[in-house]
């Protein structure tokens, strides 16, 4: 058995670790570019959203490097995600891709004994012993919640740098090193070093940079090659950002079924109390949150034809009026241009930058007024 799986941000660095240490082969899905985009686009249905062509080009592309298992997540509806599994299967069987197909379902959707079962067929070609193949689990999870640690530490570090890029440039080598780690324990050492190195970074804590949230479609927000990189720009830009959907969080959402988002408000549900898909939800109180915790602004990413996404994106139309934040909508498509998308959140940012030095010279002029006043009236004038 050789198993492939789409190629989804960091998933692939911490799948071929868990799957080395356990002994079973893998194929891992080389990164996404334009050309894969464009074989998955030419096979794929018209109106089926981004994540979908580059997920079946990944797919095809492992198959011909002699991948025969798939392990795809899925989420059963209802929004398009939940076609993804059975749309794959059926467009690269009638292509002559014929794989085995394992789908990772919640295990509110098909009860845990199937999910276990699910699992077990995938790992019944390790040399490990059950205990053994549970550890490596329990091990790779940590590798995932370490390298989440350490990136979001490095995204709200980077708007304090004295030079700029060294964040940016820990994340970067981390990544790589990680590539090349010969098992778990190697790449738990990866990124100890790695968060020592974070650690010898000389900031500038008095410096008072922008503090956003980045939110919108899971896919978009992990996968760079989907955002056009938008982590590494904002980086440089010296950006203090966060996200809150991540890998970590699918996997505690999806199967562990522990649904609280870091920082999670009481919101009564009230802007969006239906489930409509996708994470539309939690975007949509990240756009709450950042009224809520004093964020200087909200961007939201998406990939075109995103159904649950357009309707979030509609709830900030109204939540911007009503209400002081200031949300950037991008929307990426299958045009590889940069430029467009650079240059509006480049304009974004400094618009955000402008009105928080113009607040901040505000608050200094009222705080010397109110010293000045309280001199002059213990000098008796
Ligand atoms: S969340 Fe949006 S982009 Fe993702 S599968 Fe659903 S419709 Fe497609």
């Given amino acids: 058995m050789k198993i492939t799986f789409p190629h989804i941000g960091d998933a692939h660095l911490i799948g071929r670790i868990f799957f080395t240490e356990i002994g079973i082969d893998i194929i891992t899905p080389h990164a996404n570019t334009e050309k894969g985009l464009e074989k998955g686009s030419e096979v794929s249905p018209d109106e089926i959203c981004l994540p979908f062509k580059l997920m079946l080009s990944n797919l095809m592309e492992a198959y011909k490097l002699g991948a025969d298992t798939v392990i795809m997540p899925a989420t059963m509806g209802p929004c398009r995600l939940g076609e993804y599994g059975e749309l794959l299967k059926s467009i690269l069987d009638r292509k002559g891709y014929s794989f085995q197909w ?53 995204h709200i570090l980077a708007g304090y740098e004295k030079k700029k890029g060294e964040c940016k440039k820990v994340l970067t080598s981390c990544r790589r090193d990680l590539a090349q780690a010969s098992g778990i324990s190697q790449a738990l050492k ?51 950002f966060e996200k809150r959907v991540t890998l970590r969080w699918w996997i505690r959402r999806t199967i562990l079924r522990s649904t609280n988002l870091k920082g ?39 990939p075109v034809g995103c159904m649950p996404e357009i309707v979030a994106k509609a709830v900030f139309s109204k939540m911007m009026k009503e209400r002081e934040v200031s949300i950037l909508t991008v929307i990426y498509d299958e045009m590889g241009g940069e430029a467009g998308y650079i240059t509006r959140i480049e304009a974004f940012i400094d618009m955000l930058n402008r009105r928080k030095s113009l607040e901040q010279k505000k608050k200094r002029e009222i705080y010397n007024r109110k010293v000045k006043g309280k001199t002059h009236v213990l000098s008796g004038h």
């Fill in 264 to 302: 999670s408000i009481n919101l009564k549900k009230k802007r969006l109390p239906y489930d409509i898909g996708g994470y539309a939800k939690e975007t949509v109180e990240d756009g709450e949150l950042c009224v809520e915790k004093g964020y200087d602004g909200v961007i939201q990413l998406f």
């Fill in 190 to 240: 990866i990124i100890r070093h790695h968060r020592c190195q974070l650690g010898e970074i000389t900031f500038d804590f008095n410096k008072k940079p922008l503090h956003i949230l980045v939110t919108g479609e899971i896919f978009s927000m992990i996968e760079p090659f989907a955002n056009h990189h938008i982590e590494e720009l904002l980086m440089d830009m010296s950006v203090s």
């Fill in 102 to 154: 394992v789908l990772l379902d919640s295990p509110n959707s098909i009860g845990k004994q199937e999910l276990l079962r699910r699992l077990a067929n995938v790992v019944s070609g390790s040399n490990k012993s059950l205990p053994g193949i549970l550890t490596a689990l329990i091990r790779t999870y940590k590798i995932i919640e370490k390298l989440e640690k350490l990136e979001q530490k490095a």
